[in-house]
Nanobody, 116 residues
Framework: QVQLVESGGGLVQTGGSLRLSCVAS????????MGWYRQTPGKQRERLAR????????EYADFVEDRFTISRDNAKNTVFLQMNSLKPEDTAVYYC?????????WGQGTQVTVSS
């Protein structure tokens, strides 16, 4: 059974930083490309970044603007998202999942709130 557990969200002021973590189980993590997604109420979930299974290939959405860094630790089945220079429009629930082609099972996500 696939389980994705995100953590690290919280309330931060504009310009602040957060580091999100996601621990995956029930998947062959070291052979699974992963990504971070986010969703706000009334909007579709969007992908922010993805990283290849070995970590050698990384892509970011244009709106990330070099503020976020995705990484992974295959020994710990964990993918990270370092977020810097946060803006109020980054407020959302953040999720991890396979990328591309996310798995049907999503975690509960972690709430990030950026105050102005």
């Amino acid at each position: 059974q696939v389980q994705l557990v995100e953590s690290g969200g919280g309330l931060v002021q504009t310009g602040g930083s957060l580091r999100l973590s996601c621990v995956a189980s029930g998947v062959s993590f070291s052979s699974t490309p992963m990504g971070w997604y986010r969703q706000t109420p009334g909007k579709q979930r969007e992908r922010l970044a993805r990283i290849s299974s070995g970590g050698g290939a990384i892509e970011y959405a244009d709106f990330v603007e070099d503020r976020f860094t995705i990484s992974r630790d295959n020994a710990k089945n964990t993918v990270f998202l370092q977020m810097n220079s946060l803006k109020p429009e980054d407020t959302a629930v953040y999720y991890c999942n396979r990328a591309p082609f996310p798995l049907a099972s999503w975690g509960q996500g972690t709430q990030v709130t950026v105050s102005s």
